[in-house]
Each structure stands twice: as structure tokens, then as C-alpha cells.
Nanobody, 115 residues
Framework: QVQLVESGGGLVQPGGSLRLSCAASRSIFSFDAMGWSRQAPGKQREFVAVITSGGSTNYADSVKGRFTISRDNAKNMVYLQMNSLKPEDTAVYYC?????????WGQGTQVTVSS
């Protein structure tokens, strides 16, 4: 079973930056796409960003221009660079790997944006 482990969350002031990392236990080429979602307290989990095996990317409107998803195939890593963070970005961020048989999720990492 493939495992995904997120890291890099923490407390940051509004306007600050964080980089989240997602480490896969085997080749990320086994996934059609890798992505990030988030869940704020009392809200449903929502899409943040996705990157395909071919390198195409897509973002939620709320993070477009501020967040960047990338992948390092040699290291089996996926990243989410988050800039100009806002309090409404506060959530648990989850890495996921998408394939025809289903989606694999990590355990999540907390991001808190507060002064």
C-alpha cells in the first residue's frame, strides 16, 4: 500500500509563506495526478491544486496566483508553495494521489495563518 506523508505545516502571519511537502513511499508515476486539498474547521474538504503526471497544473480560484504545486519525480515528492497567506487559508492540508482504482490520502498537516 502506497503511503503519503505531509510535512511543513505550522503557524504563519498573514502575508507570510510556507512550503508543504508530500513524500510518497513509492514512485509518484504510479498516480495519474497528485494534488492538495484542505479542510477548515466546520467545513467540507475542498480542492486546492493538482498536477498531472505530464506536469499540467490546475488551482482553485481562491489560491490562484498565490500557491504553486510542483513535483520532483526523482525524489517521489510533491510540494505546495504558499505565498501571501490569508487567515482564510487556515486548514488541515492533505496530499492525495489519484489513480483509476481510487485516491490515496495522507494524514494531513495543519496550517494556521494568524497574527
Amino acid at each position: 500500500q502506497v503511503q503519503l506523508v505531509e510535512s511543513g505545516g505550522g503557524l504563519v502571519q498573514p502575508g507570510g509563506s510556507l512550503r508543504l511537502s508530500c513524500a510518497a513511499s513509492r514512485s509518484i508515476f504510479s498516480f495519474d495526478a497528485m494534488g492538495w486539498s484542505r479542510q477548515a474547521p466546520g467545513k467540507q474538504r475542498e480542492f486546492v491544486a493538482v498536477i498531472t503526471s505530464g506536469g499540467s497544473t490546475n488551482y482553485a480560484d481562491s489560491v490562484k496566483g498565490r500557491f504553486t504545486i510542483s513535483r520532483d519525480n526523482a525524489k517521489n515528492m510533491v510540494y505546495l508553495q504558499m505565498n501571501s497567506l490569508k487567515p482564510e487559508d487556515t486548514a488541515v492540508y492533505y496530499c492525495n494521489g489519484q489513480r483509476p482504482l481510487g485516491t490515496i490520502w495522507g494524514q494531513g498537516t495543519q496550517v494556521t495563518v494568524s497574527s
